[in-house]
T-cell receptor, first 113, second 110 residues
């Protein structure tokens, strides 16, 4: 089982729609969680961190469910410019110190007119 | 303020050739990373550095070497390129818990 799993999509949605992605992680010791956005043939960029109580940034809402070991990203009122691949990133501590970031393979979103 | 800069952006190599990818940062970050990204797989960590003069192996280090002689530069070397090393390579630094990536280097090994 992969440490971080995402539905690769693509999710094709009309402009203005609400869309949600889930990401599951296998290691219960995971400590922090992030969503990165990656445009086609570009580098990943941080979209938002995911906090235990859930957090919102404009049209984007991130949630964490530790009991079920998943995080989610909700995008409201989708824009054409939201078309990208969304990467789930999970951070956990390592025995002996340090930490490990694990990237999901990404979920592709296509917003259409 | 360039952030994280990778050179070259594109390169085609023949099997057995060697090359070096350069990552330069002007963010004064201690931590630097080299990742590779392949279709159907998440970004995978090759090597990383927690400061000038230090390097450590990531999850896929075989076939690569790195050096961090200066804080602002992190070099990734391929001593004898193989077709399996065809990939997009990203350098990243970490600051404030966030990763800042370079634009990527597309390497093809024939």
């Amino acid at each position: 089982r992969k440490e971080v799993e995402q539905d690769p999509g693509p999710f094709n949605v009309p402009e203005g729609a609400t869309v949600a992605f889930n990401c599951t992680y296998s290691n219960s010791a995971s400590q922090s969680f992030f969503w990165y956005r990656q445009d086609c043939r570009k580098e990943p960029k941080l979209l938002m961190s995911v906090y235990s109580s859930g957090n919102e940034d404009g049209r984007f809402t991130a949630q964490l469910n530790r009991a079920s070991q998943y995080i989610s990203l909700l995008i409201r009122d989708s824009k054409l410019s939201d078309s990208a691949t969304y990467l789930c990133v999970v951070n956990r501590g390592l025995t002996g110190g340090g930490n490990k970031l694990t990237f999901g393979t990404g979920t592709q979103l296509k917003v259409e007119l | 303020n360039a952030g994280v800069t990778q050179t070259p952006k594109f390169r085609v190599l023949k099997t057995g050739q060697s090359m070096t990818l350069l990552c330069a940062q002007d963010m004064n970050h201690e931590y630097m990373y080299w990742y590779r990204q392949d279709p159907g797989m998440g970004l995978r960590l090759i090597h990383y550095s927690v400061g000038e003069g230090t390097t450590a192996k990531g999850e896929v280090p075989d076939g690569y070497n790195v050096s961090r002689l200066k804080k602002q530069n992190f070099l990734l070397g391929l001593e004898s390129a193989a077709p399996s090393q065809t990939s997009v390579y990203f350098c990243a630094t970490k600051g404030g818990g966030e990763l800042f990536f370079g634009e990527g280097s597309r390497l093809t090994v024939l």
